[in-house]
């Protein structure tokens, strides 16, 4: 039962655009959503977060978009820079306590050409 | 502040054998999770720790798994009679309880191989 769906298991843009990341979720208690990153051989590392009391966050070249209706998540990437090639995961938590627990997608693979 | 560290990095070992993985969360935090990563896969969560108590474990953990967190800082995770099913990337994360927006910061890993 996957809980968050991300269904591109890849993505290529060039240099300079927009890179837009999707993600889907089945389960309505979740109240937090985050975006990581991960380059080979190293772990995941926190991107952006949103509450689910907000539809949009941004920071920097970095912007999240939460849809609650429609259960779904974006990652906006502008400008894309090569150094963003990278594998980006969706992650999201369930509220009403239980500690911190994540629920992963299965990632997308992102590369951003020259 | 190191960030969490993980050792070791690498472990091969034969199917039967016992495996432990350490892992070192950043000095302040009081929660440690545990993650499995397999091929084409997003981390899977194992169980969470908030200081020395292991308030959670997931199904995923099998009675051949076991984790401690003796004096609520760093925290071990060992396999038992290990399978080829076992092959995964162990992913640590640390994070500070408290914050409505905590985050969980992770260490680069122990990649399994179980041949």
């Known amino acids: 039962d996957q809980q968050v769906k991300q269904n591109s298991p890849s993505l290529s843009v060039q240099e300079g655009r927009i890179s837009i990341l999707n993600c889907d979720y089945t389960?309505?208690?979740?109240?937090?959503f985050l975006w990581y990153k991960k380059y080979p051989a190293e772990g995941p590392t926190f991107l952006i977060s949103?509450?689910?009391?907000?539809d949009k966050n941004e920071d920097g070249r970095f912007t999240v978009f939460l849809n609650k209706s429609a259960k779904h998540l974006s990652l906006h990437i502008v400008p894309s820079q090569p150094g963003d090639s990278a594998v980006y995961f969706c992650a999201a938590r369930e509220g009403g306590g239980g500690g911190n627990k994540l629920t992963f997608g299965t990632g997308t693979q992102l590369k951003v050409e020259l | 502040d190191t960030g969490v560290s993980q050792n070791p990095r690498h472990k091969i070992t034969k199917r039967g054998q016992n495996v432990t993985f350490r892992c070192d969360p950043i000095?302040?935090?009081?929660?440690l999770y545990w993650y499995r990563q397999t091929l084409g896969q997003g981390p899977e969560f194992l169980t969470y720790?908030?200081?020395?108590?292991?308030?959670?474990k997931s199904r995923l953990l099998s009675d051949r798994f076991s984790a401690e967190r003796p004096k609520g800082s760093f925290s071990t995770l060992e396999i038992q009679r290990t399978e080829q099913g076992d092959s995964a990337m162990y992913l640590c994360?640390?994070?500070?309880?408290?914050?409505?927006?905590?985050?969980?910061?992770f260490g680069s890993g122990t990649q399994l191989s179980v041949l």
């Open positions: 720790f908030q200081n020395e108590a292991q308030l959670e």
């Open positions: 389960n309505s208690m979740f109240d937090y």
């Open positions: 000095s302040e935090h009081n929660r």
């Open positions: 994360a640390s994070s500070l309880q408290g914050n409505i927006n905590e985050k969980l910061f």
């Open positions: 949103i509450s689910s009391i907000k």
